[in-house]
């Protein structure tokens, strides 16, 4: 078995994307995932790789579209203000259906916010936060090892699917470091062929090739969308992932993606001490969201207690998963316990949370701020659980 | 077998270094280890923190509240260190700059010398390791019997020649902490 090597989050990033063979990297600095383009300088330019401190986010996006249009495995990170900048950048990569993969390190919202890990951005990661109808693959890493694993997949996939693939972790992380066994280099001649790329038919004798998302007939623009979201079902029904860990034995079923499971696994190991079994349930893929697993939980009346570091994102699949199982949501309760700010929940509040949801003590979570149970636009936010 | 230590000081005094250290040489023990150094916006100075854990087995929260152990290297790191202090945990202090007594009688205090020891060895840039010293010693958590040859893959090449002085840090800090 090969060596464990220690390595920041970033770093396991930035290695994972090397070794898959990314050849071009576009970036720009912010906290917390700084060390990631430094350590692609570090080790690209030696390679005689693109490594490129673009002027701006929105310079760096756009230089990730030239370089995966040219058939390069192409590459850019930020944090949370920086990634709302690359928007419009990945709605275009998207609209031309080129692959490359995009790190989001959270940090708190919104706005400049803070620097400390959130995980405010999960709506924007998974709806398509450009413009427009599309999606992207999302993956979100629990530690350094899937750090590097999920980023050196993500070009995989992005080529096979041929769309951007986010990897959206936070700021912890990013920046904590853990043991880590790297996967072996791939041969850059290994990679799939793309008949599709500009550049490169001087000698090759094929026809010109042309990238771009601007259609002005309609129709021919309604066919390419609706053909791209036959795609999305595709990888809907093969793509989806997840990780659920004691989800039989208990009633009360935790859900958290990133740091957020990593805290709800030790408020789970406090329970089994206390002889309370809870259910462990994990998204490895934000999007495709594994809904179906939900429902199949939901359907056994399950209840499910959602952590994240945000207001309240991800619990929002949660319901529409418990939704898709036909049973009423009070058969299945989705309730929600979330710090934010830079603040990161800890295991003893998500026990806290979680007792209080198995006493009967907590509201479920409802989507908007209308408490239905109590009539329209009343108590504002007292659906936010808090675990008091 | 876990150990979850919390580690404080001011900007310099190599806490981020400890942490490190302390992990790697964990790792090479055969242990799974996590470490989250607290980010902040500063240049330099102010207080340096990091949650550092070791076990034999995988780790869930890489946060560390209710810490096993604390290291507190510098007088306005007592407040924090004690807080994040669990119940019966160990406070190891620098007693060279730690004058003032924790507020908490629920744990135990061991009091290291860690920067009058580091000078006695020729350099209080290596105070940190006369404390990894006294943390391993005090807590059992690692052996710390192939620290030389750690060190040699921890360091690159161009600090080798700091290993001996750093050595007899940590054994420094070994003796301290089974004669305090």
């Known amino acids: 078995m090969p060596e464990k090597v220690l390595m920041k989050g970033n770093e396991a990033i930035a290695e994972g994307a090397l070794r898959a063979g990314c050849t071009a990297y576009f970036g720009y600095p912010i906290t917390p995932q700084s060390e990631l383009p430094a350590y692609m300088a570090k080790h690209m330019l030696p390679r005689h790789l693109t490594f490129v401190q673009a002027e701006s986010e929105v310079a760096a996006i756009n230089m990730v579209y030239g370089a995966a249009a040219a058939g390069a495995r192409a590459m850019t990170s930020s944090s949370s203000p920086g990634v709302s900048l690359k928007q419009e950048g990945i709605s275009y990569l998207c609209g031309a259906d080129l692959p490359c993969v995009i790190v989001n390190v959270q940090r708190s919202g919104p706005g400049l916010g803070g620097i400390s890990p959130a995980q405010g951005d999960y709506f924007q990661a998974t709806r398509g936060g450009g413009h427009g109808d599309y999606y992207h693959i999302v993956l979100a890493p629990k530690d350094v090892q899937e750090c590097a694993d999920l980023t050196f997949e993500a070009f995989d996939l992005a080529d096979k699917w041929r769309m951007p693939v986010m990897i959206l972790a936070d700021g912890l992380i990013g920046q904590m470091m853990e043991g880590v066994v790297l996967p072996p280099a791939r041969d850059l001649a290994s990679l799939p062929a793309k008949p599709w790329a500009v550049g490169h038919q001087g000698k090759s004798g094929r026809p010109f090739n042309h990238v771009s998302s601007i259609n002005l007939v309609p129709d021919e623009l309604e066919k390419s969308v609706n053909d791209r979201f036959e795609r999305y079902k595709a990888i809907a029904e093969s793509e989806v992932r997840s990780v659920s860990t004691n989800c039989d034995k208990a009633d009360l079923i935790l859900v958290g993606y990133g740091t957020s499971s990593r805290v709800a696994g030790g408020a789970m190991a406090l329970a089994k001490a206390e002889g309370i079994e809870l259910g462990l349930f994990r998204p490895t893929t934000l999007w495709p969201f594994p809904y179906a697993e939900i429902a199949e939980f939901a359907a056994k009346g399950k209840k499910f207690l959602c952590v994240e570091m945000s207001m309240g994102q991800m619990v929002e699949d949660v319901l529409l998963g418990v939704g898709m199982s036909g049973v009423s949501g009070d058969a299945a309760p989705v309730h929600f316990f979330g710090r934010l700010g830079g603040n990161i929940p800890n295991e003893d509040e998500v026990l806290a949370a979680a007792k209080d949801v198995l006493a009967g003590r907590s509201k479920p979570h409802r989507i908007g701020f209308a408490d239905r149970s109590l009539g329209s636009g009343r108590n504002l936010g007292s659906n936010r659980s808090r675990g008091q | ?180």
Request: glycine share 8%; hydrophobic share 50%; with cysteine.
């Open chain 2, 1 to 180: 077998m876990t150990e979850k230590t919390f580690m404080a000081g001011f900007g310099g005094q190599g806490i981020i270094s400890m942490g490190q250290a302390w992990i790697y040489a964990a790792m090479k023990e055969g242990l799974e280890v996590t470490f989250f150094p607290f980010y902040g916006a500063e240049k330099r100075g102010g207080v340096a923190r990091a949650s550092v854990i070791v076990s034999d087995h995988e780790i869930a929260s890489p946060l560390v509240t209710k810490a096993h152990s604390v290291v507190v290297m510098s007088s306005d790191s007592l407040a924090i260190g004690e807080a994040v202090a669990g119940p019966k945990a160990l406070l190891l202090v620098n007693s060279d700059l730690v004058k003032a007594s924790p507020a908490r009688s629920d744990i135990r205090v061991l009091r290291i010398p860690c920067n009058s020891l580091a000078e006695k060895i020729g350099d209080v840039k290596i105070a940190n390791m006369v404390m990894m010293g006294a943390l391993a010693e005090a807590t059992g958590a690692l052996k710390l019997d192939t620290i030389a040859k750690v060190f040699e893959s921890f360091f690159p090449p161009s600090k080798h020649s700091f290993i001996p002085k750093n050595l007899q840090a940590v054994e420094a800090g070994r003796r301290a902490a089974r004669e305090a």
